[in-house]
């Protein structure tokens, strides 16, 4: 469920370098920007966290994390500053 999906550090700062999340089963994420366009994705084979570098160069701005479990889909937004 989506309760057990977290998203962290939100906000991000451009250059920080790193985004984690954790859910509870396997699951693939991906981080879009506003137009829709995949910059980065994983799978992440076990419940807990996946720690991911973000790309460097990010614009601050708004993106999207899309994030698939099961057959379920959530995307939530990612603040860059």
């Known amino acids: 469920p989506l309760s057990e999906i977290r998203l962290?550090?939100?906000?991000?700062?451009?250059?920080?370098?790193?985004?984690s999340i954790e859910g509870p089963d396997r699951f693939t994420w991906r981080l879009r920007d506003i137009h829709g366009g995949t910059l980065y994705h994983s799978?992440?084979?076990?419940s807990g966290k996946e720690t991911a570098a973000l790309p460097s160069g990010l614009?601050?701005?708004?993106?999207?994390?899309?994030?698939?479990?099961?057959?379920?889909?959530?995307?939530?937004?990612?603040?860059?500053?």
């Open 43 to 46: 799978t992440r084979e076990s």
């Open 8 to 19: 962290y550090p939100n906000p991000v700062f451009s250059g920080s370098g790193q985004l």
């Open 59 to 81: 614009s601050p701005g708004m993106y999207l994390v899309e994030i698939q479990t099961g057959d379920q889909t959530y995307v939530r937004k990612l603040i860059v500053n």
